[in-house]
């Protein structure tokens, strides 16, 4: 019976589980915890911290399947999606792993077990190669496995030895192919880039480490890791030509066929099969938190997205549908990755908003790609220029790579030097826009680190909870003056930018009385002082003085940035995670996915959940030095992703079923000690992230301050008869405050609604003046209107007929430029069978309309647009427009007379 990719997924958990593996759940697609790769592209991303020495588990063999992608950075099969029936985007990564436990013999020995015995798949079809150095691993396929001798095949390094990096932990691999051949392959076949002779599984022995100088050292433990490509297993199982029409791709290809109207045959399946695996890596990118955009991973998102609706459009379908995709996606992943299930609208709204975007790009995009192929047309250069593309990136958001399709179906190669150049020019651009607040000099880090080493320096910015100070002094020592503007000390109480959270400032006291005010802290021991007298600090004893009000006012808004985050997730949705904060003494920041704007009821939700978990008075529990896998396990847990972790981590609790954080800042002690929380603003900042702005405490004071000024402000511009009819008196909203009134939430809560009621009111009696202004406004316009069109009549009425057709020509009196159009409208319509000329002067500048008759234009000829541009020219001005009706401008004043007296010979000369 053919097993379905369910079914093949279980068997070969269940299969390792027996072996004693723990199965492990996959990560995410975005390796938030690892900075140096764009995607997760590997089984064993998870587990490089095992692999390089810097990290543990509980468990020394496990298994799983991996969600991956590749498409992007050094592992990159985009290109090659759609050409083959075998490459993807994204795909899952089946694997087993040995951290210092088994090794070669068990993971050959069940390799072939779970192939042929489990799987039973025909062994004289399957093939094995080695490094051509591991004569190991070449016996142990003769002595464990009944395979052909003559399969068993030995390759160099670009073939069967694996390197994490270009130093670390490396080793030779064995891999495992399958003929899937009629005839049957040779020798000759394998690795052979053939799709019918495909390799299904790498095994990897890490037992080296390489150092800078390329050399090969053994491992103190040896590891086993293994990965097999489900997508290419299932088809092998299911005796298919191509992944694509295996159970995990047809169900999302006939529901794209079915949208678009088209079969799935011939010339349309490399596309049909290129956009049901991108819509496959799209959605489950999403689902992990990455959003598309102009950079980084968010850029191979939007290039992917933008890839697949450019080859709808080449099958004939130009509206947004990938969206539509997502329901299929779920229905066939949701069982196995629930994130799919719990985020799918989002998902699709994602989506869609990007296809609609590329939509209205696409148009404008296309016009500038076939201009410059109208250009070249012709010409025997067939370069597309770099300029051009690069313009098209830039303004139009057209990856380089699609453009670079589009020439070469056209016959054509983009300048990629010329592009690559455009580019670094932008880079340059935007570095030199880029203010740095601080310019500090680079610093040696491998020796710095061994100073502190050396100098056992400590760092401990927590302590410092003594209420009430506004300073907390603590003695301590330099330990070393690098420059004398930097140093180190023995005891580091100043909190160090990170996670965020601004640095701690204050200042040193020397032994001598002098003060060195502390400007900046970096990596926890690097104190950056103000020092204008240069003075040689050498390792004295110090008193380290830090500005603890300032402390204090960063601790409230970091513990209400915890808050609001749990609030978003409850107010908006499970998709919503931190991508950025800013936790300063003045106001929080916080960054987040999500593709719509924040309405005012939300966030009055939002509010009104982070006051009542601050008026609950929770006390503020941390768990310092906790091992990170066990910190991992804790329910309801939260990382701030892109952050690395090490060994230990510092959790933060606000309730165990609210707010539970990994945190190395610095918090209150009770969350009653924030005050009143209030969102100040919020914004789009990219393509689906919005950002918060909200104070805290005494920086809420400072709002409500904000606030009344800008009242004032309104409620100065309108007239008394307006402002005297607002209810509330400003002087009530206001009140002199002590330094721990921010504590007071009742009355701040009071008073920020009666300023909001107050604001209300305000804006409506504004609208309002607004409305009847302009309300008098049209008013006195049709009354000057009309005005103006009595003197029109009384123009035409003593029009000048010497040129066989009514011609009138005049000056007069208009207000304003909405008069002044309204003019050439009453000429048409009373000289359907002449011509009129109209002059009028506004802030020293001749203002002229022309109007020509259609039995004009038809039978003399005449054109609005020429005659008034010749007019224009002997004022000192210009202008045009339409055969039957322009507008221009003039300077010369003193000609107006003139000019208007030179009209009929102007127009004559037009008719000879």
Known sequence: MKLTANE????????????????????????YDDPTLLFTNAGMNQFKDVFLGTGTRDFTR??????????????????????????????????????????????????????????????????????????????????????????????????????????????????????????????????????????????????????????????PKKHVDTGMGFERTVRVLQNKKSNYETD???????????????????????????????????????????????????????????RAARLAGKLGYDEPFLYKIVDTIEKLFANIYPEIAEKKDFIKEIIKNEEISFGHTLGRGLQLFNEV???????????????????????????????????????????????????????????????????????????????????EAKYNPYDLKKNGLKTITVKSKISHDFQTD???????????EAGGQISDTGKIILQNGTELPVVDVKNQYYIYVKNPGKINLNEQEITAVVDYEKRRAVQRNHSATHLVHEALRQVLGGHVKQMGSLVADEYLRFDFPHF????????????????????????????????????????????????????????VIMDDNFSVEFCGGTHVTNTNDIGLFKIVKEESISSGVRRIFAKTGSGIIEHMNDRVTNLNNIINSLPPDYSGKIQYKIDELTKSFSSTDYLNTKLLKELIENQDNLLL?????????????????????????????????????????????????????????????????????KLSDGAG???????????????????????????????????????????????????????????LDEVINKIPSIIKNFLS
């Open 8 to 31: 093949i997924r279980k068997s070969f958990l269940d299969f390792f589980e027996g072996k004693k593996h723990k199965i492990v759940d996959s990560s995410p697609v975005v390796p």
């Open 62 to 219: 496990c298994a799983n399947s991996q969600k991956c992608i590749r498409a992007g950075g050094k592992h990159n099969d985009l290109d090659e999606v759609g050409v083959d029936g075998y490459h993807h985007t994204f795909f899952e990564m089946l694997g087993n792993w040995s951290f210092g436990d088994y090794y070669k013999k068990e993971a050959i020995k069940w390799a072939w077990e779970l192939l042929t015995e489990v799987w039973k798949l025909p062994k004289e079809r399957l093939w094995a190669t080695v490094h051509h150095t591991d004569d190991e691993s070449f016996e142990l396929w003769k002595s464990e496995t009944d395979i052909k001798s003559n399969h068993i095949l030995k390759f160099g390094d670009k073939d069967n030895f694996w390197e994490m990096g270009e130093t670390g932990p490396c080793g030779p691999c064995s891999e495992i192919h399958i003929d899937l051949t009629e005839k049957r392959c040779s020798q000759k076949d394998i690795n052979a880039s053939k799709e019918d002779v495909i390799e299904i599984w790498n095994l990897v022995f890490i037992q080296y480490n390489r150092n800078e100088k390329g050399e090969l050292t053994p491992l």
């Open 248 to 306: 995990i791709f047809l169900p999302v290809i006939k529901n794209i066929t079915k949208i678009i109207g088209i079969e799935y045959s011939g010339e349309n399946i490399p596309s049909l099969n290129a956009i049901a695996d991108h819509i496959r890596c799209l959605t489950f990118a999403i689902a992990d938190g990455a959003i598309p955009s102009n950079e980084g991973r968010g850029y191979v998102l939007r290039r992917i997205l933008r």
């Open 373 to 455: 192929l109208h250009r070249l047309s012709g010409k025997t250069n067939k370069v597309f220029p770099g300029e051009d593309a690069f313009k098209l990136y830039d303004t139009y958001g057209f990856p380089i790579d699609l453009t670079q399709v589009m020439a070469r179906e056209n016959g054509l190669e983009v300048d990629m030097i010329k592009f690559d150049e455009e580019m670094a020019k932008q880079k340059e651009r935007a570095r030199n826009a880029r203010k740095e607040d601080n310019v500090q000099t680079e610093l040696a880090n491998e020796n710095l680190e061994k100073e502190i080493k050396s100098k």
């Open 486 to 496: 930097l140093l180190i000390l023995k005891e580091n109480p100043f909190y160090s």
């Open 596 to 651: 719509k704007k924040v309405s005012q009821d939300e966030i009055s939700e939002i509010e009104n959940i982070v006051n009542a978990k601050i008026i609950e008075a929770i006390p503020v529990k941390t768990l310092p030095d906790l091992p990170t896998e066990k910190a991992d396990k804790i329910p309801n847990v939260k990382k701030f992703f892109g952050d690395k972790y090490g060994d230990t981590v510092r959790i």
């Open 761 to 829: 009111q305000v804006k409506e009696l504004k609208s309002q003046y607004e409305e009847e202004k302009k309300s008098l406004e049209k008013q006195l316009l049709k009354q000057n209107l009309q005005k103006i069109f009595n003197n029109i009549d009384k123009l035409i009425s003593s029009a000048n007929t010497d040129l066989g057709f009514r011609l009138v020509m005049g000056r007069l009196n208009v207000n304003n430029n909405s008069e002044f159009k309204e003019i050439g409208d009453r000429l048409k319509q």
């Open 837 to 895: 000329i109209i002059f009028s002067v506004t802030n020293d500048k001749i203002n002229i309309v022309c109007a020509v008759g259609n039995k004009l234009i038809k039978e003399k000829g005449l054109n609005a647009g020429k005659i008034i541009s010749v007019i224009a020219k002997e004022l000192g001005g210009g202008g045009g427009g339409r055969p039957d009706i322009a507008t221009a401008g003039g300077k010369n004043i003193e000609k």
